[in-house]
């Protein structure tokens, strides 16, 4: 089985820029991604990447953030640049341990808040 740890959330000011990480240990990973949750609302994908370096990007975020994986740490990253009000949110770190499977593998999530 999988565990995910995330890292790196904090306060902000709107426009600055923070770096999630997310250590995985116990099993394949075939793919991973960050998702987000603000209050009052559901739980959305933020950026996905597979196992061969694709990545795909929310349309809120597009061109203001970046993920990668590190095959040898078994670690992924957000690298989250000009941040706004509205990105506040936890950030959740998921995984999918299987190629057919879905992103079923959860962190305990790190609190990103940008203040305007």
């Known amino acids: 089985q999988v565990q995910l740890v995330e890292s790196g959330g904090g306060l902000v000011q709107a426009g600055g820029s923070l770096r999630l990480s997310c250590a995985a240990s116990g099993g394949i990973l075939y793919a991973l991604a960050w998702y987000r949750q603000a209050p009052g609302k559901q739980r959305e994908s933020v950026a996905t990447?597979?196992?061969?370096?694709?990545?795909m990007y929310a349309d809120s975020v597009k061109g203001r953030f970046t993920i990668s994986r590190d095959n040898a740490k078994n670690t992924v990253y957000l690298q989250m640049d000009s941040l706004k009000f509205e990105d506040t949110a936890v950030y959740y770190c998921a995984a999918k341990t299987r190629i057919a499977g879905t992103f079923s593998k959860w962190g305990q999530g790190t609190q990103v808040t940008v203040s305007s």
């Open positions: 990447i597979t196992s061969g370096g694709s990545a």
